[in-house]
């Protein structure tokens, strides 16, 4: 459908995005539409070449390397010649003196509050409220609705007594070890009230107190006969709600109903990896649906059991704190937007010369000014800060590039400087590489750095695509890079300050069922050192929000600090199979597994638009997928093509086969189309094949420029 474009300036708008601007996006702010658009004109047309030209350096320092290893095809890496080698084509920089971060007006959620992260997608209105009002989630109903408990009625739509039991038992042995009683245990408590500014626990008509009497911080309704208790253990809260008549209160003697975890204390809201935003009507979705949070006013009606329901953000809630005086937390989690990175353009705006507008450009003023209302109200950031994540940058000249955006953005909205802080995905090769200058580029900005295990593989395999084949996907998380790169991002981020100033993040999570698993595992995040890890629904936010009760994490950051560094050496090691001598089997084995889960995830990005969505894996468990997933099975497929271990023919064979069952297991979605009934036809099919087969030329080997391409193919249609 040929897009509608209006001329402003030196720019031709989409009159789509461009009436949302005017009429939505400006309102009530003290910019006018003529100042925003002449300002973001001047802006794009200014940093649009050096936009350009950062991507061709990528793409130089690419040849570059690919020659470096087929000159020395065959030969051991000498990592001290490879090292010398990355520096000489300025690949690796050198680095300067020691510095800390000087990022100031943090809010809380960020400096000193050690939590979940949730990451969701904005293009959905419903998940993102539901995770905007994941900062309290009932661990009762958590516990109950996951393998965590284990009973016979798991999987039954009828009330079972005795998991419903073992639920209060899991709670009340956790409160137990973290929030203890002076001289009895929390099982079997009779009631709770407060007297002098106690809490005070009845059980066979004695009167117990905390342990710690200060992680009791407030109550609501009378003293004598508490509707709410509310606690605290490193800086998170519980709420305990009391009402008798509660039919989940029936077997309770003190009449507790349920427990309310503090659980996501912030939220990423994605325009990036978990969404399939192509052209002007996918990206004003994104933007109005930020807006809508910003503005407080966002809102979705639904039907869901056969009722018609709304969902809008929490409020803040209230209670008496332990002195008597009004006391307010935060509702909701604090909100971070991430913008796309600085390799796609976007056909919303065309620029003079009738080129697409670098899109993460785009995406720095439309999140800011929808951010700017939040700053009137300070419902969001009550620090006054506007947080966004910024992914896909290689290494200090594409993260000092960022600060440079944002500076033109400020500027543009009259905003005081460093008002828009930085989050730094530390994902591709050349920034874990060069991290700490990374970050010295956005001192006064940065307030986060996290590790993404699966798009950092993607880029370790892309960029030595040429070193030899790759090792098998299950085996990279035993590798030495990846031990080095997790550890370097902990090393470089407290020897920079940020303990008590900024964030430390940790991955996902990806399989929203595996709760019990994700309980055993994912407190590696904490010991590993990072104060956000994070999470994929609510539920695992709740749950996973235990772990930080467990460990007070800027202790562990004080002992971490002591440990032997990460090195550099090790963080560059090739994770190349030597010799590998795998069966037929085995190859295709581990080729069905990744084009499996390829295809399960391209079918629904290109014919329905889903960008994240729980894709089952060829064992039928249900994984959380989006593009990072998407570059690691297209990269390990493409690369044990170009190295002989398969063949083009082989693998078209395999994703025949793997469409059939991809196929079968979306059997029950009425809006499936089928891959197999014509594969020539499946514009699904043949982008997914493409990732493959055309893997090699990929920009660092992402995946956007086809999905786009062919999601806007798609949408033709």
């Given amino acids: 459908m040929p897009i509608n474009y209006q001329n402003v300036k030196n720019l031709k708008v989409s009159k789509e995005l461009l009436d949302f601007v005017n009429n939505e996006l400006l309102k009530d702010l003290d910019v006018s539409a003529e100042k925003f658009w002449s300002g973001f004109d001047e802006v794009v047309h200014n940093l649009a070449p050096k936009n350009k030209e950062l991507l ?25 010649e490879y090292k010398k080698f990355l520096k000489k084509i ?44 994941a900062r309290w989630v009932s661990l009762y109903d958590s516990l109950y609705g996951t393998d965590i408990i284990e009973s016979e009625e798991g999987g039954s739509e009828r009330y079972d007594p005795n998991r419903g039991q ?61 509707s709410a208790v509310i606690l605290q253990n490193n800086n998170l809260h519980f709420e305990i709600i009391i009402n008798p008549r509660a039919f989940s209160a029936a077997h309770d003697i003190a009449g507790i109903s349920d427990v309310i975890a503090e659980s996501a204390i912030s939220t990423i809201c994605d325009n990036e990896d978990s969404v399939a935003a192509v052209d002007a009507e996918d990206k004003v979705v994104c933007y109005k649906n930020w807006l809508g949070l910003m503005r407080g006013n966002l809102k979705i009606q639904f039907e869901k059991n056969g009722k018609n329901l709304e969902r809008k953000l929490n409020p803040d809630r209230s209670y008496i704190s332990r002195e008597g005086k009004g006391l307010k937390l935060h509702g909701r989690s604090l909100l971070l937007i991430r913008n796309v990175g600085h390799l796609m353009t976007n056909s919303s705006i065309l620029l003079k010369d009738g080129s697409e507008v670098p899109e993460g450009i785009m995406d720095a003023f439309m999140t800011t000014a929808a951010a700017i209302h939040d700053l009137k109200r300070k419902k969001n950031s009550r620090a006054g800060s506007i947080y966004i994540v910024k992914p896909k940058m290689h290494g200090p000249d594409e993260t000092a590039f960022t ?36 970050i010295r580029s956005l001192k006064n900005r940065v307030f986060f750095i996290n590790t993404g295990f699966l798009d950092r593989t993607g880029d370790e395999m892309h960029t030595s695509m040429e070193a030899g084949p790759m090792i098998k996907k299950g085996d990279m998380k035993s590798a030495k890079w990846i031990s080095a790169y997790e550890n370097n991002n902990v090393d470089i981020g407290l020897k920079c300050g940020f303990s008590g100033k900024a964030q430390i993040g940790k991955g ?50 004080k002992k971490i600090l002591n440990r032997e560094k990460a090195k550099l050496g090790d963080l560059l090691t090739i994770p190349i199979a030597d010799r590998p001598n795998w069966s037929v089997d085995e190859i295709n084995s581990e080729i069905s597994n990744s084009a499996q889960t390829l295809l ?13 969505s729980k894709v089952p894996d060829i064992n039928n468990i ?73 893997g090699k030329e990929q920009p660092s080997g992402y995946t956007e420029p086809l999905l786009h391409l062919n999601r806007i193919k798609k949408k033709s249609n």
């Fill in 600 to 612: 399960g995830y391209v079918v629904r990005w290109i014919d329905q638009g889903i960008g994240c």
């Fill in 508 to 557: 996902m999570w990806a399989a929203p069922d595996r709760m019990k698993q994700m309980m055993d595992e994912k407190i590696s995040h904490l010991k590993a050192g990072a104060n956000c890890a994070w999470v994929p629904s609510p539920t695992a936010a709740s749950l996973h929000a235990l772990h930080y009760h467990k460990i007070n994490i800027f202790n562990e950051q």
């Fill in 166 to 226: 073992e639920v209060i038992k899991y709670v009340r042995e956790f409160f137990d070890l973290h929030i203890p009683i002076n001289g009895t245990s929390w099982k079997n408590i009779a009631g709770l009230k407060i007297i002098n500014k106690n809490l005070i626990i009845l059980k066979d008509d004695y009167e117990y107190k905390l342990k710690d009497e200060s992680k009791f911080v407030g109550h609501r309704g009378d003293a004598n006969k508490p």
């Fill in 622 to 694: 249900g994984l959380m997928e989006d593009r990072a997933t998407l570059r690691i099975s297209s990269q390990h497929i493409t690369n044990w093509i170009h190295h002989g271990i398969t063949t083009k023919i082989q693998v078209t064979e395999i994703m025949k086969e793997m469409a059939k069952v991809v196929d079968k297991q979306n059997a029950n979605d009425k809006n499936y189309v089928k891959m197999s009934e014509n594969f020539n036809d499946s514009i699904a099919f043949k982008t997914a094949c493409d990732l493959i087969f055309k």
């Fill in 403 to 438: 600060d440079l955006i944002f500076e033109k953005v400020e500027k543009l909205f009259g905003l005081e400087k460093y008002t828009c802080k930085i989050g730094i995905m530390d994902e591709e090769r050349r920034t874990s590489a060069n991290l700490k200058e990374c």
């Fill in 90 to 133: 300025g690949y690796l920089k050198d680095e300067g003196p020691d510095f800390k971060i000087e990022t100031k007006n943090v809010d809380e959620e960020i400096s000193k509050i050690a939590g979940p992260q949730l990451v969701v997608p904005i293009m959905n209105a419903r998940y993102t409220l539901n995770a905007a009002n």
């Fill in 56 to 80: 061709s350096i990528r793409e130089n320092l690419q040849n570059n390397i690919n020659e470096w290893h087929q000159k020395n095809k065959g030969k051991d890496i000498k990592i001290d």
